[in-house]
T-cell receptor, first 116, second 115 residues
Framework: DADVTQTPRNRITKTGKRIMLECSQT?????MYWYRQDPGLGLRLIYY???????NKGEISDGYSVSRQAQAKFSLSLESAIPNQTALYFC???????????????FGSGTRLTVV | GQQLNQSPQSMFIQEGEDVSMNCTSS?????WLWYKQDPGEGPVLLIA?????ELTSNGRLTAQFGITRKDSFLNISASIPSDVGIYFC???????????????FGQGTILTVHP
């Protein structure tokens, strides 16, 4: 089983619909992240969380919300999907014990979201 | 905000050739990371660099942390078809300070290897 699991892997939704992307991890890491990947732009941070009671906005949080239901679960919601939110979304975890040594980062396999 | 500029944007090479790509920034970074993304998968860490001037190898891959702390390069020697993918550089957001695990990514280099 993967250390970081994202569901669904692919989703097509209509403009205006609410959609939730889910992420669960078995790494035991406290820190979890949601990134968005667009062609030619790399990955950009949407939201991050350091524990169940901690939620922080990233670089591009407008139009998104998150929920940290448990240490192992971090969900991303699009409240009212729009076409320019069509992208590849990645969940990631990291180990705070490694402080700013970032080699403990683990990414999920991604969710490809298309908004029509 | 911080930006990492990666070049080239794409490369088409023959199997067996060497590859070189680089990443530059206007800000100083205290860590440089190189990731590879296979089609349909998330990025996987190839090499992490923590010291200016550091040269680190991982098999056929070699990466260096530039002396100015504003650049890094990745070389792949004797490329093979499975080297195909997107290569990203990344560094901690807030560059020289504490990033709390947040990463800033370059735009990626798409590598195609012809057999």
């Amino acid at each position: 089983d993967a250390d970081v699991t994202q569901t669904p892997r692919n989703r097509i939704t209509k403009t205006g619909k609410r959609i939730m992307l889910e992420c669960s991890q078995t790494k035991g890491h406290d820190r979890m992240y949601w990134y968005r990947q667009d062609p030619g732009l790399g990955l950009r941070l949407i939201y991050y969380s350091f524990d169940v009671k901690d939620i922080n906005k990233g670089e591009i949080s407008d139009g998104y919300s998150v929920s940290r239901q448990a240490q192992a679960k971090f969900s991303l919601s699009l409240e009212s999907a729009i076409p320019n939110q069509t992208a590849l979304y990645f969940c990631a975890t990291s180990d705070p014990a490694s402080r700013d040594r970032l080699d403990g980062y683990t990414f999920g396999s991604g969710t490809r979201l298309t908004v029509v | 905000g911080q930006q990492l500029n990666q070049s080239p944007q794409s490369m088409f090479i023959q199997e067996g050739e060497d590859v070189s790509m680089n990443c530059t920034s206007s800000s100083i970074f205290n860590t440089w990371l190189w990731y590879k993304q296979d089609p349909g998968e998330g990025p996987v860490l190839l090499i992490a660099l923590y010291k200016a001037g550091e040269l680190t190898s991982n098999g056929r891959l070699t990466a260096q942390f530039g002396i100015t702390r504003k650049d890094s390069f990745l070389n792949i020697s004797a490329s093979i078809p499975s080297d195909v993918g997107i290569y990203f550089c990344a560094g901690p957001t807030n560059a020289g300070g504490t990033s709390y695990g947040k990463l800033t990514f370059g735009q990626g280099t798409i590598l195609t290897v012809h057999p």
